[in-house]
């Protein structure tokens, strides 16, 4: 065991290999709140790259409803299960991770779904927490009692993957170029120990080939500068990808840390796990806040903030915007007025777009045609 | 069952539900097993002419052979660990003719794993060999019987395996097992070889496109070559000639595994008549979740090779 940094917890922590980190980090911010569900994302993913016999139940990318989605069932009630509710004081996780207090004869805390956990990819659909009874209104927002929200995942590219941990062959590796993670499918002999370790159960089993697989990050298309097929065909324009800084380094012009350090806005999943994900949340502003905590760390309820407070801070407005507007990979930005403009790594631009979008109010009732001008959708 | 053929209490409560169930098949269990010869001392390589039997397990040619009982052990030197001990031991005998060896591995199993599934597990067995005894005995603090790593080899160590897979045993009887199999009522209405073509839907079967043995469609053999030089470094051996046939019936698994004694190759053991050499073994349970490290293994015995 080696003894780690982990910028997320605000502590060093126990891993079974040194810190190692790649020369540039791929990540992704997703924008929980302007997720439809629409699963476009997920058919995209699939389209390109799982439609292989014995990769059927297969989906590196899914979208879930929270709290009653989820893929497999259950995974994160079991994590949570497996773990322990985290404890955080100041900013630091004062519990364990799941390579901390680990059981004899284990590599990391971990679990294995059961075959069925996997045959539900949309259960719990749009279900919201509570019961909506004759006359039930919802009077603000966040009601505790009353939401549900959409979660989009895909594997977490991790700067201290579980899979990685578990796998006893170093089948699994990191590569050093982006950091992102694959499983080496001359090396992998089936034994699912990946599929055990990971804490957000995205290492899968191809029931065809007896290796394990899971998502590439599209890294032929990262290769030549392109986002991967998830982000570029999002229809809700949630999403964004491209290169953090290590900890302790920030470059305010860098889209993805500008949300993640800068702004603090977008948040990883689950990071009391302990793998240190690169997939950054913004978490969803109507959803039980207790459960956001849980979910998101400490630092949900002011990222909420920030992100309520988007319309007053055009920096951040100008990014939002920016979100889907090109296939490229975005190194910088900069806001001038009312344009949001996108760079290449060398600096040549890529895209811009206005900061607001032109919007029309219509009135209430229209004089010409004596009509009221209902919303009839 | 114990080794002896007595019935331990498990067993005796399952056979005595068989028999209430209206079978005979249990009374069959203890007289099969009882009906063996006894227990050999050493591991000894018996000298034969002609071929091995090497394709039946059930044969009388192996069945008359004492059986040498090997004590197996939980795999628990480097994480991860079984959860129990599913096999406490496995019944070794072997035969050569000068110029192949054969092995013949037995262990109680009353539950056949023979796919390889997602969260399922195969039951498979593995012989191991040294590559070069005589230099590992010289080794400092090593010997051949004792010092030698006990599992997979270690650093400049190397390994010989054979490993037979009950997955590879159906592949090779019943043909290449598709998805259809392990869930008959599935249902994938395009694939990537409908579309594109064999050849060009390859890359969508990344473990084959990487010629990955796990994934082979052409299988030949149950059993599988290996080297290693310690945990974890268990690689494909480049040149497969080993062979056998495993068979499981009434809850005991028959598996022979046979090799050539020199194959000319320098990273493959070799086993001369008239010698001894260590041989160590490891058995897994599908069933128990084995797969790996999480497997029973047994330390080196020595084996004497009839001259
Ligand atoms: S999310 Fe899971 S599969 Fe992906 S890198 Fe992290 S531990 Fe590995
Ligand atoms: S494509 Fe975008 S909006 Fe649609 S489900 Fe995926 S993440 Fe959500």
């Known amino acids: 065991m080696a003894e780690v940094n982990n910028w997320q917890l605000g502590r060093t922590m126990q891993y079974p290999y040194p810190e190692n980190r790649p020369k540039r980090q791929i990540a992704w911010v997703f924008d929980t709140n302007k997720c439809i569900a629409c699963q476009t994302c997920t058919i995209a993913c699939k389209s390109t790259w799982t439609w292989g016999s014995g990769q059927e139940y297969m989906l590196w990318n899914n979208v879930e409803t929270k709290p009653f989605g989820f893929f497999p069932t259950g995974w994160d009630v079991e994590l949570l299960n497996v773990m322990g509710p985290a404890k955080w004081a100041n900013g630091k996780l004062e519990s364990q991770t799941i390579f901390e207090g680990v059981p004899a ?38 009601h505790n009692e009353m939401w549900f929200s959409y979660l989009a995942r895909i594997c977490n590219h991790c700067t201290y993957p579980g899979c990685v941990a578990a796998c006893p062959r170093q089948a699994i590796y990191k590569r050093p170029e982006d950091g992102i993670v694959l499983v080496d499918q001359e090396r992998c002999r089936g ?34 500068g392109l986002q991967p097929q998830c982000v570029t065909s999002c229809i809700g324009r949630i999403r964004i990808a491209g ?58 309820d002011e990222a909420i903030k920030t992100y309520q407070n988007t319309k007053n801070d055009p920096e951040l407005l100008g990014l939002m915007m920016l979100f889907g507007s090109t296939e490229r990979i975005m190194h910088r930005f900069r806001v001038e007025g009312e344009t949001a403009i996108g760079m290449d790594e060398a600096g040549a631009e890529l895209v811009r777009v206005p900061v607001r979008e032109p919007s029309w109010v219509r009135t209430y009732f229209d004089e010409v045609r004596g009509a009221y001008n209902h919303n009839i959708t | 069952m114990t080794t002896d053929g007595q019935m331990d209490r498990r067993s005796f409560i399952q056979a005595a539900g068989a028999i209430a169930a209206g079978g005979a098949l249990a009374v069959g269990v203890a007289a099969y097993v009882a009906m063996r010869p006894g227990a050999a001392e050493k591991l ?47 019944w070794v005998r072997a035969m050569h003719n000068g110029t192949d060896i054969a092995f013949h591995l037995e262990w109680g199993d009353t539950v056949v794993n023979d796919l390889d ?10 012989v191991q060999l040294p590559v070069a005894p005589e230099a590992d005995a010289a080794a400092p603090k090593t010997s051949v019987t004792m010092g030698l790593a006990p599992t997979q080899g270690a650093p400049g160590q190397n390994v010989h395996i054979l490993h037979w897979k009950a997955s590879w045993q159906y592949d090779v009887d019943k043909g290449r ?38 994934s082979a469609r052409e299988r030949k053999s149950p059993i599988e070559e290996l080297t290693a030089a310690g945990f974890g470094s268990l690689t494909t051996h480049e040149k497969q000639l080993a062979q056998g046939r495993g068979v499981n019936e009434r809850g005991r698994w028959r598996v022979v595994v046979s090799m050539p004694m020199d194959s000319g190759d320098a990273t493959k053991a070799t086993v001369r008549a008239g010698a001894s050499t260590p041989v160590a073994f490891a058995v897994w349970n599908g069933e128990k979740g084995n797969r790996g490290a999480r497997k029973q293994y047994a330390n080196w015995v020595p084996m004497e090779v009839e001259a």
Not at chain 1, 120 to 131: H, M, T
């Open chain 1, 105 to 142: 004869g284990e590599r990391v805390k971990g679990w294995l779904p059961a075959e069925e956990d996997w045959a539900n990819p949309n259960i719990g659909e749009d279900e919201p927490v509570g019961v909506a009874q004759q006359g039930t209104y919802i009077p603000s927002m966040p």
């Open chain 1, 191 to 224: 034994y699912q120990e990946c599929a055990q370790g990971c804490p957000y159960k995205k290492v899968m089993f191809n029931n065809n080939t007896r290796t394990s697989e899971k998502c590439i990050a599209c890294f032929p298309k990262i290769e030549q």
């Open chain 1, 243 to 300: 290169f953090i800084s290590p900890p302790g380094e920030v470059n305010p012009q860098n889209p993805i840390d500008f949300l993640v350090k800068v702004r603090k806005v977008a948040l990883p999943l689950y990071p009391q796990a302990g793998t240190e994900p690169n997939v950054y949340y913004i978490p969803p502003m109507h959803s039980g806040r207790d459960y956001l905590h849980q979910m998101f760390g400490p630092g949900s």
């Open chain 2, 44 to 90: 000894v390589a018996h000298r034969r002419s002609g071929p091995l039997p090497i394709d039946a397990p059930n044969s009388e040619a192996w069945l008359d052979l004492d059986h040498f009982p090997v004590t197996m052990l939980m795999q628990q030197i480097t994480p991860p660990h079984p959860s129990e001990l599913a096999v406490p031991e496995l």
């Open chain 2, 117 to 126: 599934k997602m969260v399922a597990f195969r039951d498979s067995v593995a």
């Open chain 2, 177 to 214: 097992r598709t998805v259809k199999d392990l869930f008959p009522n599935m249902h994938n209405d395009m694939t990537p070889e409908g579309v594109l073509g064999e050849a060009n839907a390859l890359v969508f079967y990344p473990g084959v496109f990487a010629g990955n043995s796990m």
